[in-house]
């Protein structure tokens, strides 16, 4: 089932912060029982920090790496996350021509960025269980939609019972595509002429590893809401 909410196409956000009060004040509304909330590496967790506050609920980092086309990184042919899962566009592959070996050399490359930033963000801190549990994996917006493919497989792997992706903005086709993997999708932008997550924003900076290592580590202290399991 796919759900979206469309408001004015020129209301923007002020920062991910913002974004993230509004997302959680809507996803509030929907009365979700007891949800964990995933926040996608880096930009998704701030807004995901500002949800699970106000849904106080218990938060985790979700470390997903997109894989963009040798010399147009912008433009992903596929994503990987931690457990070794991944997700990729065999058609753009074989349409852009690219060999086994330069996506296997990407996909190195993306592995080991992964890797450093599980151990930073982490802290030696396990991830929480999600066996069971309905997951709400927030980002900053979509684009293609292929680190929340890879967020999806990711949190199934680890027994979640249902998979929720909410987001602030994002096309209505990368919507329509999500829709395939039966699950919830919330979006409080749909606009019709989309380009970009970051148009959508006023301040669109690039979250730091120190933030989200910091956002975590706030997180997982008591009277927060958020305590680890």
């Known amino acids: 089932m796919v759900v979206t909410r469309e408001m004015s196409s020129s209301n923007r956000f002020r920062d991910r912060s913002d974004a993230g009060r509004q997302l959680g004040g809507y996803i509030k509304q929907l009365r979700i029982e007891q949800p964990i909330v995933l926040g996608l590496a880096r930009g998704g967790v701030p807004v995901a920090f500002e949800v699970a ?84 994996v927030v980002d900053d917006g979509l684009a293609t939609g292929a680190t929340a493919r890879v967020a999806v497989e990711l949190a199934r792997e680890r027994a979640a019972s249902r998979v929720i992706v909410a987001v602030p903005v994002s096309p209505r086709e990368t919507i329509a595509e999500l829709s395939g993997l039966a699950i919830e999708v919330h979006s409080l932008r749909v606009p019709p002429d989309f380009r970009s997550v970051g148009e959508w924003y006023d301040d669109f900076a690039q979250t730091s590893d120190d933030e989200v290592a910091s956002l975590l580590q706030q997180s997982s202290n008591p009277g927060t809401g958020t305590d680890r399991a």
């Not at 566009?89 to 060999?99: A, K, P, V």
């Not at 599980?118 to 309905?134: A, E, H, M, W």
Request: net charge positive; glycine share 10%.
């Open 53 to 136: 506050q106000m849904l106080a609920s218990p938060f985790d980092v979700l470390v997903v790496r997109k894989l963009g086309v040798p010399n147009h990184d912008e433009l992903a042919f596929g994503a990987i996350g931690e457990d070794e899962t991944r997700v990729l566009n065999i058609e753009m592959i074989q349409r852009l021509g690219l060999s086994r070996k330069r996506v296997a050399r990407v996909i190195e490359r993306e592995r080991a960025e992964l890797t450093r930033r599980v151990v930073r963000y982490r802290g030696g801190r396990s991830p929480l269980g999600l066996d069971g549990r309905t997951v709400l």
